[in-house]
């Protein structure tokens, strides 16, 4: 019976906020980065991702005004390996493969045309 006691009131008496601190600051950039990948699934035109025996080859398109391109490989099961370009002066960037860990990325293409934000999603495996 102290037992129980004892558990109710320890567990009454912990702060469990289901919310975070900045969670309409987390709101906001969730809703611009889903406003990012609607704006890119309506392009006719979409920056490439191909993976050959040696690369992983990004292709951006020529007659579109697409500045400011990160690429970012993130690796779900180890930061560490995760990895940050930044594409410019260039419509191909080409990324060897030695430099990758083998294994499964989740790939996030950054860019903006017209001051507008994109973002593609994809999983490559390398």
């Known amino acids: 019976m102290i037992f129980i006691i004892v558990l109710v009131v320890k567990l009454m008496s912990s702060n469990v906020d289901l919310v975070s ?3 309409y600051q987390k709101e906001i950039n ?3 980065e889903m406003d990012a990948v609607q704006n890119s ?4 035109q979409k920056v490439l ?6 690369y992983v080859a990004i292709k951006i398109p020529e007659n579109k005004d697409i500045q400011n ?4 490989l993130i690796r779900s099961n180890n930061e560490k390996l995760d990895r940050l370009y930044k594409v410019e002066n260039t419509n191909t960037f080409l990324i060897d493969k030695s430099e990758l ?4 990325y989740n790939t996030e293409i950054h860019y903006t045309i017209k001051g507008e934000k994109y973002l593609q999603k ?3 495996t390398v």
């Open 30 to 32: 969730y809703s611009q």
């Open 122 to 124: 994809d999983t490559i």
């Open 49 to 54: 991702l191909n993976i050959t025996d040696t």
């Open 69 to 72: 391109v990160e690429v970012k």
């Open 41 to 44: 699934e309506n392009l006719d």
């Open 21 to 23: 601190e900045d969670y």
């Open 101 to 104: 860990e083998a294994g499964n």
